[in-house]
């Protein structure tokens, strides 16, 4: 049971456009979201959090929104960068689980030329 | 700054051996985790570890074990592998009892290949 989902596997983007990357997840006890970033052969890498006491968290060129009602969030990635190319995972944490996190399949972004 | 340490970055082993990834943390953190990736399927925890000889189940424990002695040190042991357990190992770490902090802090990986 995937209770986070990123139902895109794959996004190709020209450099300086905007990326928009999307995750859903289905169970309504979750109350932390973050991204990683990670490039091949390497560990991912923490980018962006939110509570989901807020619906937007801002750092830079990246900016998370959180939809509650819809259990919906997406990363928005402007502008775009040929280094952004990487793979981006949401993951969610439980209320109370203190440490657990669950995480999505995965979207592998593709910035060009 | 952040330090996860894993022994190997490349491994080959032959089915039924014994494995052991070994992963360290520099940071004093109480909570350290282990994942794999694969495509498709993300990252799945393994087991997880929230103090020195504590340990718990994760999501996938089947045919894995794992060790903690030391506060630093989290490994990781199949115990006959097999082929289905090729796959990205990834550590983590995270400090304890900070409210509203859930960043885990990852190893560069190990990617096991049982033949």
């Known amino acids: 049971d995937q209770q986070v989902k990123q139902n895109s596997p794959s996004l190709s983007v020209q450099e300086g456009r905007i990326s928009i990357l999307n995750c859903d997840y289905t169970n309504s006890m979750f109350d932390y979201f973050l991204w990683y970033k990670k490039y091949p052969a390497e560990g991912p890498t923490f980018l962006i959090s939110?509570?989901?006491?807020?619906d937007k968290n801002e750092d830079g060129r990246f900016t998370v929104f959180l939809n509650k009602s819809a259990k919906h969030l997406s990363l928005h990635i402007v502008p775009s960068q040929p280094g952004d190319s990487a793979v981006y995972f949401c993951a969610a944490r439980i209320t109370g689980t203190a440490s657990k996190l669950t995480f999505g399949t995965g979207t592998r972004l593709q910035v060009t030329l | 700054d952040v330090k996860v340490t894993q022994s190997s970055r490349y491994l080959v082993k032959r089915t039924g051996e014994k494995v052991f990834l070994e992963c360290v943390q520099d940071?004093?953190?109480?909570?350290m985790f282990w994942y794999r990736q694969d495509p498709g399927l993300g990252l799945r925890l393994i087991y997880f570890s929230y103090d020195v000889k504590m340990k718990e189940k994760g999501d996938i424990p089947e045919g894995y074990s794992v060790s903690r002695e030391k506060k630093e040190r989290f490994s990781l042991i199949l115990e006959s592998a097999s082929t289905n357990q090729t796959s990205m190992y990834l550590c983590a770490s995270l400090e304890g009892g900070r409210i509203g902090s859930y960043e885990q802090y990852f190893g560069p990986g190990t990617r096991l290949t049982v033949t």
């Open positions: 940071m004093d953190h109480e909570n």
């Open positions: 939110i509570s989901s006491i807020k």
